[in-house]
């Protein structure tokens, strides 16, 4: 299993600033995505951060409003850039574990409000 | 392009009955996963139950089973002796198993709330 944790757990910013959501796993993990949760909604992915490649982004999401790092097998950030209320979301990490079975955990999520 | 349909937003049950949540899937692959995840107010990702496409037995945990129909492209969850506890947002979600390219897919959710 993997434990995953989220730093900030929630947040209040203003339009046109930038927050950066930590996640941080208790094993190393060669696959973690990025993902953003509406209210009462599923899950969109944003984007999968593999540990020394680029990160690789699904439809409708960039680099530029979305930049990822991956520094390492147990640490990734999300940055959410210019942010504007459209952005008011959570924001989920999450992880997949690929050895004798697949099984994908999450983190709590960030609860990012934009006013 | 693989899809997850949920077809019921909203359900309820009552404490102790059982319940049924429908999900079906398209896909061309033959080699997945199949998942349903619980999602509690605190808003933590649970995995529920985990099915691997190849295995014709339909898995079980605890007051948890799955009726797996792999042509039919159904997955359904059905909860036994439901509890309060219970009451969370449902996804069904899919992931095709290729190494350079595993993800999940997930549906749109069904809201299940247990009525004491």
């Known amino acids: 299993s993997a434990v995953i944790s989220q730093k900030p757990s929630r947040d209040i910013c203003q339009r046109g600033t930038s927050l950066t959501i930590q996640c941080q796993v208790d094993s190393q993990v060669t696959m973690m995505f990025w993902y953003r949760q509406q209210p009462g909604q599923s899950l969109t992915l944003i984007a999968t951060?593999?540990?020394?490649?680029?990160?690789?982004?699904e439809s409708g999401f960039v680099i530029d409003k979305f930049p990822i790092s991956r520094p390492n097998l147990t640490f990734s950030t999300l940055t959410v850039s210019n942010m504007s209320p459209e952005d008011s979301s959570i924001y989920l990490c999450s992880v997949l574990a690929t050895g004798a079975i697949y099984e994908q955990y999450f983190g709590p999520g960030t609860r990012l409000t934009v006013t | 392009a693989q899809t997850v349909t949920q077809s019921q937003p909203e359900m309820s049950v009552q404490e102790a009955e059982t319940v049924t949540l429908s999900c079906t899937y398209d896909?061309?692959?033959?080699?997945?996963?199949l998942f349903w995840y619980k999602q509690p107010p605190s808003r933590q990702m649970i995995l529920v139950i985990r099915q691997e496409a190849y295995k014709q037995q339909n898995a079980t945990e605890n007051r948890f089973s799955v009726n797996f129909q792999k042509a039919a492209k159904s997955f359904s969850l059905k909860i036994s002796d439901s509890q309060l506890g219970d009451t969370a947002m449902y996804f069904c979600?899919?992931?095709?198993?290729?190494?350079?390219?595993?993800?999940?897919?997930f549906g749109p959710g069904t809201s299940l709330s247990v009525i004491p």
């Open positions: 951060a593999n540990q020394g490649s680029e990160a690789t982004y």
């Open positions: 979600a899919f992931m095709v198993l290729k190494t350079s390219y595993d993800k999940v897919i």
């Open positions: 896909t061309s692959e033959s080699n997945y996963y």
